[in-house]
């Protein structure tokens, strides 16, 4: 310390932060030193200057940009200065929004994995499901089509409606009456994400295309096959179903409880829920 002036690597230890973010600070005019010796070469800062510094880090750690940082400390009216607090307002509720939703689908993906404990696998159970909001899209996807198809298709609609990543977020559906295509294979009739993986921007975007998914008592199988191997537990589901004096009503639904992305279906990594809604069947 020198006449109440602090060398840069003397900030750097008071503030926590690295020698070269100050001076990567310095050279974009963001947080220049106080003065420099000609000598030397040394940067000395002001503890004057240190308040500018706490709001440089706490924007930082907020998440705005070092250009909207400077843009905003050298503010020098107030009426912009609200507006800029506005802005970063809305930016926040978006934020904490968008982890509201994060934590939903973490907190599903540890009771999946909960249950998945429990649960009997290959058996027609009948039960109650809550309403769930997707995005739904309709396409076709036959039993010629490879993986690489399904999961370019799911990358498109990431990118197409601003949606986050995520496994488990991800379903199909098919139709009861149209099950397989011209080789007896399983058809794929659309896709399905839910709100989990939405962005702010995902309900603008797709507002035609975000349904519900009826809540009701749903015939369900649980099991550990991939999509090109599920056509026999479709048919089991239905004819159990049947078998209860009861009949699909709707698409039937398939998600991912859970995968732990090893890239195949294991025994202990992979679990999936096949499902349609029930009721009683005309006559019974």
């Not at 809550?130 to 990118?159: E, N, W, Y």
């Amino acid at each position: 310390m020198k006449d109440d002036l602090y060398k840069i690597g003397e900030v750097a230890t008071l503030f926590n932060v690295s020698v070269q973010t100050l001076r990567f600070y310095e050279k974009i005019g963001l947080f220049v030193p106080a003065t420099i010796e000609k000598s030397t070469g040394y940067r000395y800062y002001s503890w004057e200057q240190f308040e500018r510094l706490r709001n440089i880090l706490f924007l930082r750690d907020f998440g705005l940009s070092l250009k909207d940082i400077k843009h905003q400390l050298d503010v020098e009216h107030s009426a912009v200065y609200k507006s800029l607090l506005e802005e970063y307002s809305q930016t926040l509720e978006r934020r904490i929004r968008e982890d509201i939703q994060l934590k939903k689908y973490i907190d599903r993906k540890i009771e999946n994995l909960e249950l998945a404990r429990y649960l009997p696998k290959n058996k027609t159970l009948f039960l109650l499901f809550p309403s769930l909001k997707v995005l739904k899209h309709d396409c076709v996807i036959g039993s010629r089509a490879t993986f690489k198809d399904m999961q370019l298709t799911i990358a498109s609609l990431i990118s197409e409606y601003h949606l986050k990543a995520g496994i488990e977020s991800v379903g199909q559906y098919f139709k009861p009456d149209a099950l397989t295509d011209e080789l007896g294979g399983l058809v794929t009739r659309g896709i399905f994400i839910t709100e989990e993986v939405f962005t702010s921007d995902t309900y603008s975007i797709a507002e035609e295309h975000i349904t519900t998914i009826p809540k009701g008592v749903y015939g369900v199988m649980y099991y550990q096959s991939s999509t090109n191997q599920s056509l026999p537990f479709v048919k089991k589901l239905l004819s159990d179903i049947r078998r209860q004096s009861l009949q699909p009503c709707g698409d039937i639904i398939r998600t991912i409880v859970f995968d732990l992305g090893r890239g195949k279906p294991t025994k202990d990594g992979y679990l999936a829920c096949m499902r349609v809604l029930v009721k009683e069947a005309n006559g019974a």
